[in-house]
């Protein structure tokens, strides 16, 4: 989509900032006014998070009865209320940090986020989700298009993919720069001196000349020309040094850095980090201390913390959205090596300083009747009851101001999960 | 360069890694179908690459204590780049490659169940060179590289990694597991949407009972890891699938006796590798892995394949010969169409530039930066080629191994310039390096860049130390290119 001329002139500066991502000083000029830029963290759960054991609805006899060694006993869940259909749901026990959040009004969960027809595979699952089209699972990501939307020219840095590879999210038109590392984020030369300076003028001249009747080329050409054109900016980064600390884990290392790239307000508005490990087929432990999947709410939980405090000092909690989704949710009676295999229907969160917090959408009903309509094959699933659609259009009207309907390919707006 | 050069560099290319100065003078003189036949009826040529590790004259390994690719992962990963660049047979290293990527099973979570060393054992170990004559995952696919995919996917079924990685051993009948008898059909055989949420149930039962046993003794190294079809752990009541799993058509695999219940498991195999999906699955991978990334993958290429796969009952010898021999892999549009993997890049960047006094170890950080771990795909459906290895810091990290590797060679690419009498002005060592280099066509603006560099900082004089530094300058900046990158 186009933005106009008086949507530019209303979000004023700050909205001249983000999208083009001005030199530094100009962003730091706005931080100094107290003006707000809107930053969008995705978080990408990997291998299916079997979200009835990170939102348990410990007081359904079927979730005991049908995950014998998996489920939650009722008294250590983290109870966080009810929601709308009456179901009461608490967390793991580990997510003491989420717990935190959620009590002061900032964490969202959308329950039953899914679609129709679930593949359970992996990859075109994840596919779907990157694109938000099932229809067209290998088009551009639903990020990389709205990236794509913005006026021209995009800052190169306008997206910070924290993982060595380019994600299907941000796949798009406009390259997205993957920083695993800020410090190693360098251009390095056989010489020194002077002939170092003119090798990287020339690598940069190079990258300059666009083919742009070679397309599949101009592709490395576009790879290379923004990780040249943004090695000064991510090098500010790399000096930020938070305190406390953030844990040593590769996902809070990854948000530590993002954090950074918010703190030196070099321009990036769209953010990807990752924290894998959740296809628990086998042995997926969830209730012993330092178990495959008290593991992985470890990891979540500290960074997430570690991430919202950090924001929370740094002033920033309030231009900063965390959305998380997973490529599906696991079978809900656990198989025959206490673990959980490929399911459907899925938790989604949201977090930030803005997020109306609390627990939006309805639990599944895990009874094995076959025509339980809160789950789906022949009760072995749980049935998606929200579209995934429709929180990415929560986020694209309401966070990111511009219009779902376009990006989307269609009306998915709900009401009822007004998160933000 | 040559027209009959530019056909041997490209096949080398494709079914290798990139020519050696002595390959391309083996290869040059031959015909392109001598040539393929040299490459695909490799079984002529000694398997002799490993023993030359640690010999002058080849790349360096870096190790602290014994050499042991058996045991050490890091080791593993040495041995294998040492071989792609030093091996005499290309076709089975690329097609090893290949498979790794196809059955792509990753070291972390095999060593995570079993331990480091073992990790690394059911991963790479020579049944030769194992006090329990184990044959890694790595090894089984090497010595199947041009074999038949049946005994491939058979293989993989009973491979003590793949057990490990995808959860085979705990598959059972009282509870199955789904993990391998999903993804043995979506990403081995027949492709997501060729297949049903019943069929993956009723594949899971088929495997029920394929586990692991330990013999051997721990004293002497022997002990390990093995397949054992655990008969009282197998589901024998018959399986139904959506489609033909015996060749009258028929769609039940019968109930049998437990004790004769390992027979479900071949008989779906051979199902699997004899359908046409997966002759058509297989073909299409094999068209974007040798013929090229760009455009959609060709309808007519696929066809022919897969019915050579078919006429041929799998027999992947018969296949790569007609993908190298195809008018798709020698069309025009072909030539440089394909984005290298990052193993291929480096490898190729030590054919091109050269490789003494460097070590593999010192490539297994940038090609972790480039995407790429051997032995630690990112998952079960291998790694996301194409332009998905093109993210800024991957390009980055290969703009930087360029570099290191400029920076090792200089002395000996300054010498080679003056050997070449190239080095009397600029322009001739530009011209060198353009054709030792053989990268896809460069923008005539890259060479005006290029030109302006060499001139830049003074006089030509072609002292050593401006032949030193102008020759490494302008290596890494050809082999740091984004037409370099095309293969």
């Known amino acids: 989509m186009k933005v106009t001329r008086r949507q530019f002139v209303k979000g004023g500066v700050a909205a001249f900032t983000v999208t083009f991502a001005a030199p530094e000083f100009l962003s730091d000029v706005v931080r100094a006014q107290g003006a707000h830029v809107r930053n969008l963290v995705v978080l990408y759960l990997s291998g299916g998070n079997d979200s009835l054991s990170m939102l348990a609805p410990y007081n359904d006899p079927f979730y005991a009865s049908r995950r014998p060694t998996l489920a939650i006993p009722a008294g250590q869940v983290l109870q966080i209320g009810t929601d709308s259909s009456n179901v009461a749901l608490g967390l793991h026990p580990r997510l003491t940090g989420l717990k935190q959040i959620f009590d002061q009004g900032r964490l969202a969960f959308i329950q039953r986020t899914g679609y129709e027809n679930q593949s359970r595979s992996h990859f075109t699952g994840t596919d779907i989700w990157s694109t938000g089209d099932p229809g067209n699972a290998q088009g551009l990501g639903w990020v990389g298009r709205y990236l794509d939307s913005l006026p021209s020219p995009v800052d190169p840095l306008v997206g910070w993919n924290t993982t060595g590879n380019l994600p299907h999210v941000l796949q798009a038109h406009t390259a997205v720069p993957a920083i695993a590392n800020p410090a190693g984020y360098a251009f390095s030369s056989p010489n020194s001196g002077a002939e170092a300076t003119a090798e990287r003028s020339t690598a940069v001249r190079i990258a300059s000349h666009v083919p742009v009747d070679r397309p599949e080329l101009a592709f490395v050409y576009g790879s290379t020309q923004a990780a040249l054109a943004t090695l000064d900016r991510v090098a500010t980064v790399a000096s930020y040094r938070p305190s406390p600390a953030y844990p040593n884990t590769g996902f809070s290392q990854a948000l530590q850095a993002v954090a950074g790239a918010m703190t030196r307000s070099i321009g990036t508005r769209v953010f990807y980090v990752t924290t894998g490990g959740f296809d628990t087929h086998a042995a997926q432990n969830v209730n012993a201390t330092n178990g495959a999947y008290y593991n992985l709410m470890a990891t979540l ?87 995934f659609r ?31 | 360069m040559a027209g009959p050069d530019r056909q041997i560099e490209h096949l080398l290319r494709r079914a290798g890694f990139g020519a050696r100065p002595d390959e391309l003078a083996a290869y040059g003189p031959l015909s392109i179908s001598q040539a393929v036949n040299a490459l695909v009826d490799y079984e002529s040529v ?6 030359f590790i640690g010999t002058p004259g080849y790349i360096n390994t870096t190790v602290t204590g014994p050499f042991v690719p058996q045991g050490n992962i890091n080791h593993a990963r040495q041995r294998w780049l040492f071989r792609l660049l030093h091996t005499d047979r290309p076709l089975q290293e690329k097609m090893t490659l290949f498979w790794h990527n196809h059955f ?92 049903t949420e019943a069929d993956v149930y009723a594949a899971a039962r088929v495997f029920s009972g394929w586990n692991l046993a330990r013999p051997g003794t721990a004293t002497d190294g022997s002990q390990h890891y093995e397949f054992s079809y655990i008969a009282n752990n197998h589901d024998v009541a018959a399986k139904t699938f959506s489609f033909a799993v015996y060749p009258d058509g028929g769609k039940t695999i019968p109930a049998r006796a437990a004790s004769a219940g390992m027979q479900d498991g071949i008989d779906f195999i051979n199902g699997l590798a004899a359908h046409p999906n997966t002759a058509r699955y297989l073909a299409a991978k094999l068209y974007r892995f040798f013929v090229t990334d760009f455009g959609a993958v060709n309808v007519t290429f696929v066809n022919r394949i897969a019915s050579v796969y078919l006429q041929s009952n799998g027999d992947m010898k018969a296949v790569m010969r007609e993908v190298l ?23 190729r960047a030590f054919k091109d530039v050269g490789w003494t006094g460097f070590s593999v170890n010192d490539a297994l950080t940038p090609l972790s930066n480039m995407g790429q771990i051997l032995f630690e795909p990112p998952d079960v459906s291998g790694w996301d080629a194409g332009q998905t290895w093109f993210s800024t810091s991957a390009m980055l990290a290969r703009m930087n191994f ?41 923008d005539p603006s890259v060479t005006t860049e290029l030109s302006n560099y060499l001139h830049a900082n003074g006089a030509w004089t072609a002292s050593d130390a401006q032949l030193q530094a102008k020759a490494s300058g302008v290596v890494h900046l050809i082999a740091g290119s984004p037409e370099y990158q095309l293969s």
């Not at chain 2, 890694?136 to 079924?157: C, P, V, Y």
Request: hydrophobic letters at 40%.
């Open chain 2, 46 to 51: 000694p398997d002799t690459v490993d023993s």
């Open chain 2, 325 to 347: 021999l195809s008018p798709e892999f020698w069309d025009e549009s072909a030539y440089f169409a394909r984005y290298s993997w990052p193993v291929e890049y480096v490898t």
């Open chain 2, 104 to 195: 792509a099973t990753g070291y972390n979570k095999v060593a995570g169940a079993l331990g480091a060393a073992e990790g690394a054992r059911y991963l790479a170990a020579k049944a030769s060179e194992d006090p329990g004559h184990v044959r890694g995952q790595i090894e089984m696919l090497r010595d199947n590289a041009l074999g038949s995919f049946k005994d491939i996917l058979l293989a993989i079924a009973k491979d003590v990694a793949t057990l490990v990685w995808l959860d085979g051993r705990t598959n059972t009948k009282a509870k199955p597991q789904e993990n391998f008898g999903r993804e043995i059909m979506e990403l081995f055989t027949l492709g997501v949407g060729n297949y």
């Open chain 2, 402 to 442: 360029a570099s290191s590797l400029a920076s090792n060679q200089k002395f000996k690419l300054a010498t080679a310039v003056r050997a070449a009498n190239a080095s009397a002005t600029p322009e001739a060592l530009l011209s060198y390096f353009v054709e030792a280099l053989a990268s896809a066509p460069l």
């Open chain 1, 390 to 420: 429709s929180v990415y259009a929560q986020v694209l009207d309401n966070w990111l101001g511009t219009d779902s309907t376009k990006l989307l390919g269609g009306n998915f707006r709900k009401n009822g999960i007004g998160f933000i």
């Open chain 1, 301 to 387: 939980n500290d960074g997430l913390l570690a991430f919202h405090n950090d924001l929370t000092a740094q002033g920033l909690l309030d231009d900063t959205l965390v959305l998380s989704f997973s490529e599906f949710g696991r079978r809900i009676t656990e198989n025959g090596s206490q673990g959980t295999d490929h399911g459907s229907a899925s938790v989604m969160m949201a977090m930030g300083g803005k997020v109306k917090g609390g627990l939006y959408g309805t639990a599944p009903n895990l009874n094995t009747d076959p025509s339980n309509p809160t789950l789906e094959n022949s009760a072995g699933d749980v049935k998606y009851e929200t579209d």
